[in-house]
């Protein structure tokens, strides 16, 4: 039974014919996300990927030996349940880590006997670099000593800081500006007191936020202050560690005698004692005039698995979107991108033509630019051709949004008619029947009529109870009345957009 492969009678299968194994790995994290919940499901098993099958053992990787250690203790059985029930042969579930050394297997016949220090809360350790605690340097592993005299260490740094991440190279536009403006300012302090403390940037994926933090850590170390940063998952993998090491009250002070601490994907930050711990670490260096710079997908508010009073601190500090790219930044990002990969390969050309289409095609994100002139150079150096408009189109197909509308709920329609026309949404809802009121509420309607599948009796009902044929009157009457009315017009188009992008 292998991933390129399947699992048919003659493997010791049960009758059934044969298993496609990696479409029941598809089914087993489909059954994982709904019965577990989209954000237990992202948070733990959204980068958990099969690597192979064979003898009954199912080998999975995460990327991090936190997520494995976690799934290992909480996890485990859940996971081979659910395998089992897309593929009963499957006898035992095995996590690695990507990229690190396969443990070796037992030979075939016999059976490997556990080792007492090797379960996940024993293989549980991480480093603690002094140069994150230093400034620039080599990374240095800090040893701390357990009572029991066992070798634990304290995970301070995660991931040293990607060089090619910068302000020098950041493409700076009129959605990011803000952001990179106080990332600097904060950065290129001279560390008498904190700024915006905290800085919190949020942002989708893909629009800079992480080339932000970066970027900011690598301008404060070269002004000789001490810069820590963490992922979510390394934050919570050093806290864990250093409770079984017996190591965490090093661990905590080691945090604290930091000058910069920044903190990526602070969504993914699970478990109430490790949130207790964060919220003290975070009130700890505010306190003591240290920068805190914190990311996320979503705003503080928004944070509904975090606890509410390091919801309440976070939001207390600067905190800053960054919106999504316009046509002008991803050219200047695209531009940006291909006179980079210029460097290496000076006979490489984009006509400003397939630039131009490819800025206007690709929507998303910077990442997606980035992939567009990865293939756009694998055209020119495989085929030897020059890249041509028809070229692009073929190359990027997959990269360029060709998704859904976005369903737009009757709710969100009330809550933004509402406050465009100064009400509330309980006045829409109302009997009231004023100018003021009447308006908008016909507007709503008309635009439930439109951007939802709803019927005039299910949209009549979500307005305060009201009959169809009164949601039929609004509906006809502001379509007569934007025909007439180009000020209304452009106004409800305006609407249209706000909901639907």
Do not use: C
Request: aromatic share 4%.
């Amino acid at each position: 039974m292998h991933l390129d492969g399947s699992m048919s009678d003659g493997d010791g299968g049960n009758g059934r014919g044969t298993i496609d194994i990696p479409a029941a790995w598809t089914r087993v994290k489909r059954r994982l996300r709904a019965e577990l919940g989209e954000d237990v499901f992202a948070s733990w098993f959204a980068r958990l990927e099969l690597e192979d099958v064979q003898g009954g053992v199912a080998r999975l990787t995460v990327p991090t030996r936190f997520l494995k250690s976690w799934i290992e203790s909480h996890y485990l059985d859940r996971v081979l349940t659910t395998f089992r029930a897309e593929a009963d042969d499957i006898s035992r579930i095995e996590v690695g880590v990507r990229g690190a050394s396969a443990p070796a297997r037992p030979s075939a016949g016999s059976q490997a006997k556990p080792n007492p220090t090797s379960g996940p809360l024993n293989r549980l350790h991480a480093t603690a670099t002094a140069a994150a605690l230093q400034g620039p340097g080599p990374l240095v592993e800090t040893e701390i000593t357990s009572p029991r005299g066992e070798s634990g260490s304290v995970d301070l740094n995660g991931a040293p800081l990607d060089v090619r991440l910068t302000f020098a190279n950041f493409v700076v536009g009129r959605s990011n500006a803000l952001a990179h403006a106080a990332a600097e300012r904060i950065a290129r302090s001279d560390g008498d007191g904190a700024l915006y403390n905290p800085l919190y940037v949020h942002a989708g994926v893909g629009l800079g936020k992480t080339h932000l933090l970066h970027a900011a850590g690598h301008a404060a170390r070269e002004a000789g202050r001490r810069v820590i940063y963490l992922t979510a998952d390394r934050f919570m993998y050093g806290f864990v560690n250093a409770l079984k090491t017996q190591s965490a009250l090093a661990f905590k002070e080691r945090l604290r005698a930091i000058d910069l601490l920044i903190l990526d994907d602070v969504q993914f930050i699970q478990g109430k004692s490790i949130q207790t711990e964060f919220g003290h670490t975070l009130n700890a260096l505010i306190d003591s005039g240290r920068q805190v710079v914190v990311a996320s997908d979503r705003p503080p508010t928004e944070l509904e698995a975090l606890d509410e009073r390091v919801r309440s601190r976070l939001a207390g500090g600067l905190v800053v979107e960054i919106g999504g790219l316009d046509e002008g930044l991803r050219a200047s990002i695209l531009s940006a991108r291909l006179d980079a990969v210029r460097q290496s390969h000076p006979n490489f050309e984009v006509s400003p033509a397939v630039s131009a289409y490819v800025a206007r095609a690709i929507t998303a994100n910077g990442r997606d630019l980035e992939g567009a002139v990865n293939r756009l150079l694998a055209h020119a150096t495989l085929t030897g051709a020059p890249v041509t408009v028809e070229t692009a189109e073929t190359a990027i197909r997959d990269l360029v949004k060709n998704r859904e509308p976005k369903r737009v709920k009757i709710e969100d329609i009330q809550k933004l008619v509402a406050s465009r026309y100064n009400v509330s949404r309980s006045d829409i809802l109302s009997e009231r029947r004023t100018a003021a009121v009447v308006k908008p509420r016909q507007i709503a309607m008309y635009l439930s009529k439109v951007l939802t599948l709803r019927s005039l009796p299910e949209i009549g009902r979500r307005f305060g109870g009201r009959d169809h044929t009164t949601v039929l009157h609004a509906v006809r009457k502001i379509e007569k009345q934007i025909g007439e009315d180009a000020v209304l017009g452009d106004e409800v188009e305006l609407l249209k957009r706000m909901l639907q992008d």
